[in-house]
């Protein structure tokens, strides 16, 4: 009995279309949020008020953006499912036709080898599949993409909690020897004074 095998070829010819997973809004926002990683050292305060904003601004929007990834993973499972009883019908079709022209010749029907190889790999270069999968992966890297922000903020806080430790602790020192100094420079100016009395004494009693 021969076998027949099966080729694996897109059942549609529909073009693929071009998934942006980012918006320029999104886009832009990125841009913003990574330009505000930046800490002045001389607007410590300023950077502190900001933080908890940029945080929440990047966490939110990541939030937004997984939920979507997660949306696209679902599309990519029901693209799949749609193209996969695409194919068994178009198959099934097939082999009722070899079936038929089988009996007529009165031959033996052939029987397709690697059927579900040749299920998934025809799933593979299905366009919807194709454009799901696309959206998923790029949606997929937006995530990263944020996820990584929100990290650097969360170090950002650390870095700026260390800076204000050391800004405090420079000011105290700072003051701390202005008042010595203060101190020692009073000192001598007494003895200085005390010193120019006694000498005006002495010349009084000659």
């Given amino acids: 009995m021969q076998r027949e095998r099966l080729t694996a070829k897109p059942l549609r010819s529909k073009p693929s279309k071009s998934s942006v997973a980012m918006s320029d809004s999104d886009i832009k926002l990125l841009e913003d949020l990574e330009d505000g990683l930046q800490i002045d050292e001389h607007a ?19 939030a937004v953006l997984t939920s979507r990834r997660d949306a696209a993973k679902m599309s990519v499972a029901e693209a799949e499912a749609q193209a996969d009883g695409l194919i068994r019908r178009e198959i099934q079709k097939q082999l009722d036709v070899d079936a038929r022209a089988a009996e007529k010749k009165k031959s033996g029907s052939r029987r397709p080898e690697n059927t579900v190889q ?30 990584a922000l929100k990290e650097a903020f969360q170090q950002r806080s650390y870095v700026l909690k260390d800076l204000v ?14 008042s010595a100094g203060s101190r020692v420079r009073t000192h001598e100016a007494d003895n200085n004074r005390k010193g120019m009395a006694q000498e005006r004494a002495r010349r009084v009693t000659r």
Avoid: T
Wanted: proline letters at 3%.
């Fill in 44 to 62: 410590l305060d300023e950077a502190l008020q900001q933080q908890p904003d940029l945080f929440y601004r990047v966490s939110k929007h990541l």
């Fill in 118 to 147: 040749a299920i998934e790999a025809m799933k593979r270069l299905d366009p919807d599949v194709q454009d799901a999968m696309d959206d998923f992966l790029a949606l997929n890297a937006a995530v990263g993409q944020f996820g």
């Fill in 165 to 178: 430790s050391l800004y405090i602790a420079n000011y105290y020192s700072d003051k701390s020897e202005g």
